[in-house]
Each structure stands twice: as C-alpha cells, then as structure tokens.
C-alpha cells in the first residue's frame, strides 16, 4: 500500500470514529513532506458548531502546529469531498492537493446534501434563499483604508 493509500484510509477511519464519537461521518488528514501533522474528525454536534468539519478542524491543527496559516507544501486527504466551506477553507490555507474518497453525489445519497450552497454562490445576493442586504454605510470603507495604509500588515 503506498503512502497516498495509507492516508485517505487514515481519513476514512477518522471519519468512522467520528460518527462513533457522535460526530458526523467526514475525517480529513493534511500531510506536509509525507508526514501527517493533522487529522480530525467532524465535531458540528459535539460541539455545536457548525463550522466543525473535519477539513476546518485538521487546518485549524495544521495551522497551529506549524504556527502559520500558510499551508502551502501541504496536502489534504479527506473522506469525502468537501463542501463549499471546506472547499473555501483549503483555497484560503494554500494547501497544495485535496484528494478525496467518497463524492459529493454519494454524501447526498446519504443525506447531506450541499449543492444548494454551490448555487446559492452562483446566485445575486438580493435572490438568494437567505434574506441578503447590502447596506451601503458612510465608514463602510474604514477598516479597508487602514488596511492599505498600514505598513507592517502581514498580507494573506
């Protein structure tokens, strides 16, 4: 078995013993130089919150153990493929590769279904399911003209 097989397994179980926990059934391993530096399971219902997903939880480990939110030269292994928020997650963390067993089609036989999300992304904001307002405000601006203008930011 090489090394890429031995870690999506390691997600997979990850995801076996997440729901076991009372976690639901996701697991996501990130690996740097062929060693895996994080893995976790999905905790949403342990923790009662729903950005809890297993990619989230590995990144948030990852990050913190290399001590950056730079995970570039990282990749991800993830039971199933991951959802719109993940899948965000991984683009703003620069992970190299996402490689994944289980489909998005085959979680929603399962019910989880996040299709909608992907076509609420795609849909204008004043159309979207959940009410959306843009609020045009005088100082909206504020924290953007400090960010450009400060000199000592970390750019990300």
């Known amino acids: 078995m090489g090394k890429k097989e031995q870690f999506i397994k390691r ?4 995801s076996v013993d997440s729901v076991l926990k009372g ?6 391993v990130i690996v740097k130089n ?4 994080a893995n976790a399971g999905n905790t949403v219902t342990m923790e009662k919150d729903p950005t809890a997903h297993a990619e989230i939880n590995a990144i948030r480990m ?14 991800i292994f993830c039971s199933c493929e991951p959802c719109p928020m993940c899948l965000g997650a991984i683009y703003w963390a620069r992970l190299d590769k996402i490689y994944f ?13 996040y299709s909608f999300i992907y076509k609420e992304c795609e849909t204008p904001a004043d159309m979207r399911k959940v009410p959306t307002v843009h609020m045009q405000i005088d100082n909206a601006l ?6 450009k203008e400060k000199e000592d930011k970390i750019k990300y």
């Open 11 to 14: 997600a997979i179980q990850q």
């Open 101 to 113: 067993a289980n489909t998005s089609d085959t979680a929603k036989e399962f019910g989880f279904d």
């Open 62 to 75: 990852a990050a913190k153990k290399l001590d950056t939110y730079d995970l570039s030269g990282c990749e």
């Open 23 to 28: 976690g639901g059934p996701y697991g996501a």
């Open 142 to 147: 504020d924290a953007f003209k400090v960010w």
């Open 34 to 37: 062929g060693m895996i530096i």
